[in-house]
């Protein structure tokens, strides 16, 4: 291992032959061409060169031609110690390790928010006994996964390494930032087991190479949405496994794992002048579609279509600024704070949180309700004493923005309510998985969705 690359040292016997011929007398033909197009030679010091990512196969080439070979490096670490599930699995937590281990230890398990990912984590790295990195999308989760690893294994925190957020602590169970296991590679080639969070987050163009600069083929992917709108979901497969696992979060209601729960579409009516408004908004934005014959079918073809020609075209530019004004005017009805007020009378006991697309109406709901609110702007120190004090009661309500989606570990709630959201699938299984944890009674989640606009499409296609 060199920097980012997997090093192939020939011997002295090979040192005379012109590089084909060594590649020949290395590996015949057992090699794919695709893996030997990714091959290179280092005249310099006469050995070739090629990503970590694709030792398995290279390794096995060589003992097919039976090329005696030496590996450098230790394939499987194992732990210098022994490890202890702390509680017994759950039945479905089972299925999920078996059914992973069955495909060779290498594939994607997707489980709803609350149903304890984390444990099946612990479960997969107990069963190995290896040395395992888990990679984290946050800071927020280097401490989360530290506690509730050491809780499952039977392990002191201290035991465990943190590398992210300022801390560089390699243990032989360490949890790493995605950003931090880019930046450092070498690190990689450490752990015989790779443990990916919110997976969905590895194919980015930086991501990936995490994936491809670990030589270990032993991947496990967590994730409660893996699918992404660019579809790059489907590189999940290359870079970790197959998925191997996936249940509901009605699958696991129904086997009372999780909540019972009920979904609630609270249908919000424009005023009149809102939506006049709104019409002509959206007349704008369809009969530029109209003139230029272009069709949306998705994110993608929006911004594509819409967002980058508006840079350019004054008339495509008007055409997203109306999108952008229909956008709000029906996201943000003003009927929605008088909804927010009567909702929250009714479960003024209940833990209840709130989502907003939009930053600034998380700010005035805040405003007016007196309830603290979670943005991007809220400074690191102040959101931990946020959700301390509303995972200790202290706080019954709470008013955030997309920053509370995923990658922190939010209380468990009986009440959910999205003012505004976008159409994935991922922002919809996120916020109901706040209140999907195990309770007495029923969790909701409302849905305040205007009438007669296309967030009715949008909540729908989200749902």
């Known amino acids: 291992m060199r920097g980012r690359d997997l090093v192939i040292t020939p011997s002295s016997e090979y040192s005379q ?20 197009e990714t091959l290179t030679h280092d005249k310099r010091h006469a050995f070739w060169r090629t990503k970590p990512y694709y030792f398995s196969a290279v390794k096995a080439a060589l003992q097919e031609q039976q090329t005696f070979l030496r590996i450098a490096f230790e394939e499987r670490p194992t732990l210098p110690f022994a490890t ?80 992210g957020g300022g801390e560089k602590t390699l243990k032989p169970i360490t949890v790493i930032t995605y950003d931090s296991a880019a930046l450092y590679p070498r690190e990689l080639a450490q752990f015989g087991l790779l443990v990916f969070d919110e997976c969905h987050h590895l194919p980015a163009p930086t991501y990936r190479l995490i994936a491809e600069s670990a030589f270990t083929p032993l991947r496990l992917g967590l994730s409660a949405t893996p699918e992404r709108s660019d579809m790059a979901h489907t590189e999940l497969d290359e870079l970790i496994g197959p998925e191997v696992y996936r249940r509901s979060p009605s699958e ?3 086997g009372r794992y999780l909540a019972q ?8 009516a424009l005023a009149e002048e809102d939506a006049e408004r709104y019409n002509e908004q959206r007349q704008i934005y369809r009969a530029f579609l109209q003139r230029r014959r272009i069709v949306i079918r ?7 279509k819409v967002i980058y020609m508006s840079a350019r075209d004054p008339e495509a530019r008007e055409a997203m600024l109306a999108w952008r004004e229909a956008r709000n005017i029906a996201m943000n009805a003003p009927a929605k704070y008088a909804e927010i007020e009567r909702i929250l009378r009714e479960h003024a006991q209940d833990q209840a949180i709130l989502f907003s697309e939009y930053n600034y109406v998380v700010d005035e709901i805040s405003r007016r309700l007196c309830i603290p609110s979670i943005t991007y702007k809220t400074p690191a120190e102040e959101r931990r004493t946020i959700l301390e004090r509303f995972r200790s009661g202290q706080y019954t309500k709470l008013v955030t923005g997309r920053v509370l989606n995923e990658g922190v570990d939010v209380p468990d709630c009986r009440v959910a309510v999205i003012v505004s959201g976008n159409s994935t699938k991922r922002e919809y299984i996120q916020r109901l998985g706040r209140v999907l944890r195990p309770k007495e009674g029923e969790a909701l989640l409302y849905e305040l969705v205007t009438s007669d606009t296309t967030e009715e499409s949008v909540a729908k296609r989200r749902r």
């Not at 032959?17 to 030997?36: C, I, M």
């Not at 202890?84 to 039945?91: F, I, T």
């Not at 729960?261 to 919000?268: A, G, L």
Request: a negative charge; zero cysteines.
């Open 298 to 304: 998705s994110p993608e073809d929006f911004q594509q």
């Open 84 to 163: 202890r599930l702390g509680v017994s699995p759950r039945p479905y937590q089972q299925e999920a390790l078996q059914a992973w281990l069955d495909v060779g230890s290498a594939g994607v398990v997707v489980l709803p928010t609350g149903a304890g990912k984390t444990f099946t984590a612990a479960m997969a790295l107990h069963e190995l006994g290896l040395w395992t990195l888990v990679v984290v999308p946050t800071i927020d989760l280097l401490q989360q996964w530290r506690v509730a690893l050491a809780a499952a294994l039977s392990l002191e925190s201290s035991e465990i390494g943190l590398f």
């Open 252 to 254: 696991l209601t129904e």
């Open 17 to 36: 032959l012109a590089p084909d011929e060594q590649l020949t007398a290395l590996f015949g033909k057992r090699l794919s061409p695709f893996v030997a």
């Open 261 to 268: 729960y009920r979904e609630v579409v609270v249908p919000i």
